[in-house]
């Protein structure tokens, strides 16, 4: 066999993979994922690798064990890298041990790639450490869920556990949890609580006592994790200060502007998600890549991208260009620019396309050529001003569409925000994501976005600037002023 399988543990909520897992995951030509692992995640992994999910939730069909190592060394004899991407650590409770040696017996080159486990990661975000030199100086994590069908055979003698005890995939049996500890001698009076986090839509910590937290707990959803100990008590989240502490936005744009948008939202607190993500599909158009006109014109960076990407493969360069004045809606716009080693000589300050229209109109002379490359979405508006004045080619290069990826509908509904980063991205969103949370901010980064929000509820806000930082300013300033009304 010539393939590779790393057993990658994925963490329990985003942006809890390590590193090296993360570069596993972006190199692999197949994934097999169980049914809990953050679908955001799967993003990083190549858009034509195989993507197999297996199951592995309580309650709901997955694959036999059997199947899932059939599969690993099926990927693996075809020569291909996988990644076996197990929820929190595939050492705890994930059967990663079975899969290594079954592996291992069948010649398969492999590895295991350690992940942040729920069982401490959930308790602290809740803000419980589950050790505290005080309080418990250990813990113990044990399954509710055997291979038997029951608990462990030893889970009355923990009863008299010292530190913390954590138990996971436990949420049916909290009651019958409970009650033997109870009956083993564990004082009713001892803290406990029921936390949701990770990947978990509605985070929630419910606290109580041995004696009534099963009442507590009882609309819980799973998956959660049961803590029990005098650590279970404490609740260690830190008052940040951050404007956005906690809240969930959602992001629909393309990967590389949901990359720099999520960047500046975590740096305020917030939880940014992918909800939907654009793709760019080139059209046969836009391997014109045209040179030698008066004025080449770009409305976005992922048109330079593209513009560069068919200039450069038909074996030509940026000297192509000399002679040619070169035009961008606006700065984010001219940084991609920039990028290719040249500067924009029209850059308009209000950054839009009515604004570059009428930059063009006051400096080109009448009669010149001009090239527009932009999307298909995108308004005509910016042609039919210039073609008043001037001989224009207008190239529509490319066209936006949702992926195939679209947040889980409890996703949707907990968010507290969306940004919207094009009109045209915008209405293709909504139709993928409505209807929307009633109380959700509709974020625009410019007024054409905001006009194509009109009407599908939500309170609508527009950015200063068409710019991913003005966008997260925007979501920002809205709810600071919230806070003091």
Known sequence: MSGFVSLVGAGCAPGLITLLGAERLRRCDAVVYDELIDPELLLEAPPAAERCCVGKRAGRPSAKQEEITALLLRLAAEGKRVVRLKGGDPYVFG??????LALAAAGVACEEIPGVSSAVAVPALAGIPVTHRALSRGFAVV????????????????????????????LGRLAEITARLAAAGMDAETPCAVAAGGSAAARYCIRGTLADIAARAKDAAAPAVIVIGPAAELD??????????????GLTGTRRMNSRLARELRALGAEPFTACELTLSPLPEADEAPTGCGCLVFTSAEGVRLYFERLTGSGRDA???????IACVGRTTAAALLERGLRADFV?????????AGLLLGELPGGSDVCLYRSAQGAAELAQRLSARFEVRDIRAYTAAPGEYTAPRALIESAAAFAFTSAAGARAALGRLSPLPEEAVLAAIGAPTAAALSGC????????????KALVKAIENYYVNLKIR
């Open 348 to 356: 308009p300050e209000g950054q839009s396309t009515a604004a570059l």
């Open 95 to 100: 059967r990663g041990g079975e899969e290594m």
């Open 143 to 170: 399954t509710a869920h055997t291979a038997g069908g029951g608990l462990p055979e030893y889970f009355d003698d923990l009863a008299g556990f010292p530190g913390t005890l954590v138990v996971l995939m436990g």
């Open 319 to 325: 000297r192509s260009l000399a002679g040619s004045k």
């Open 457 to 468: 509820g939500g309170r609508v806000i527009t950015a200063e600037k068409p710019s991913a």
């Open 236 to 249: 260690l989240r830190p008052e940040t200060g951050l404007p956005l502490a906690g809240a969930r936005v």
